[in-house]
Structure formats: C-alpha cells, structure tokens
C-alpha cells in the first residue's frame, strides 16, 4: 500500500486518497531493512502498528515496571508483545471477555476485565505507565485511578474529547500523554528487535476482492488482530465472499 493518504499530488496538487500499487520507487534512505526469518506478511503491521506502540513504551522505558495495556486489538496485542519482550510485568485491560485468554497467549501476565467494578477496584494506584490503544471514545477515570504516584497514562488514540476528572490528576501527580507514529531511525530500531525476538503482527492475509468484507469484519471486531492485503490479487476479478 502507498502511504500517501492526505498528501499532496505532485502533478495537479489535489490531495490523495491513498491507494494500492505493485511496485514504487523509493529512495535508499527511508526503506528498512526486513526482519530474518520472520514472514513478511505478519512484518507489514509493523510499520503501522508495531512502531506507533513500540515508540511510546520505549519513551517511558518500561523495562522493569509494572505496566497496563488497554484494549487488545490492532495497536494492544502489539503492544502486549513489546512490553513483555522488554520485561515489563504487563497487565491487560479490555471490556471483551472472550480476548483475556489471548493476552495472556501473547505475553501478558494478568488480564482484568475492565466492566468489573470489584476487579478494577484491586488495580487502583498499582501502574507506573498505562498505553491505552482505545480508539473509541470511553472514561479514563478507572485507568487514571491504577496508576501510582507520577505515573502516566498514554492515550494513542485522542478522541475530540477526553472523559476524566481532573482531580485525578492532582491526587498522585498523574499525567496525561499522548504519542505519533515513530520515525525513521526508531523504527528501524523496533524492526532490528522483532528480528532479534520473533515479534510480528498476528495476521490473517485477504484477497484484494475482499477488502469491502474486510472492512465489515473489523466493525463486528472479528479480526484478530490485522487484515494484510495479498497485493498479487490487486487485479483480480471482484468477488462476493460467502
């Protein structure tokens, strides 16, 4: 995929869509290396959402803590990945039941189910750092009441308008962050790691015929945890999945 989404067309200065190609030319100095012995399609999230996660975990150094990952999607199960490679003791936050069990498959030493009042209640001033990959918009509160003195919550995803009480934020020296997708040399560098340590994205390869359905499984949330687009079916002849 060209990653040229809301760009500027050099030719008529129309702002792009994005879009699919076989090939592009790219210069030397923004292509990365490829992961050994990892499959390439499972390396391809990793652009996306392995940095934008990998960035934020290794600005707060989280080695050694006691961390929160909330939400176990695209972003959380990455992130679930990195932060238990990077030796943090790692919980789980999520409100479906049904992805507790594969946190802890992916690495994660705990996982809370974060509708449970009595659960989160034990959780409370327990985190140096919470990522929290939630795109929708939903309550900080439960997630600003577990984290400890100085700690911070990092919200990847911000949306129009932030729900929490601000007292919180006074009682413990809690902060509130936020963080972009990482750079060329960081994600080099987070590349250079998924090699050393098997990391990769969980994903489940589609036909380009399929992308309309692709898009209607992520609403149902029955993607687990990424769609990669096999490029060599980009002219194929669409199709109506079953």
Known sequence: MTTTYDGIDRQDGSITRGGYSNQYIVDTHFAYHLPTGLDPASVVP????????????????????????????????????????????VTLFSTSED???????????AAILSTDEAQMAVQASRFDFILDTVSAHHPLDPYLRSLKLDGTLCCL????????SPYLLTTGRRQIASSGVGGTLETQEML???????????????????????????????????????????????????
């Open 192 to 242: 250079d790691f998924c090699s050393k340590y098997k990391i990769a994205a969980d994903v489940e390869v589609i036909a380009a015929a399929d992308i309309n359905h692709g898009f209607e499984r992520l609403e149902r949330k029955e993607v687990r945890y990424r769609l990669v687009i096999d490029i060599s079916t980009l002219n194929a002849p669409a199709r109506n999945p079953a």
């Open 99 to 109: 992805k507790l069990a594969d946190a802890k498959a992916l690495g994660a030493d």
């Open 157 to 164: 995803d911000i949306p129009k308008a932030l729900d929490f």
């Open 46 to 89: 990793l652009l996306c959402a392995g940095v934008t996660t990998w960035s934020p975990l290794r600005q707060w150094d989280v080695t050694g803590k006691t961390i929160d990952i909330v939400g176990l999607g695209g972003l959380g199960h990455m992130a679930v990945k990195f932060a238990h490679a990077l030796g943090a003791q």
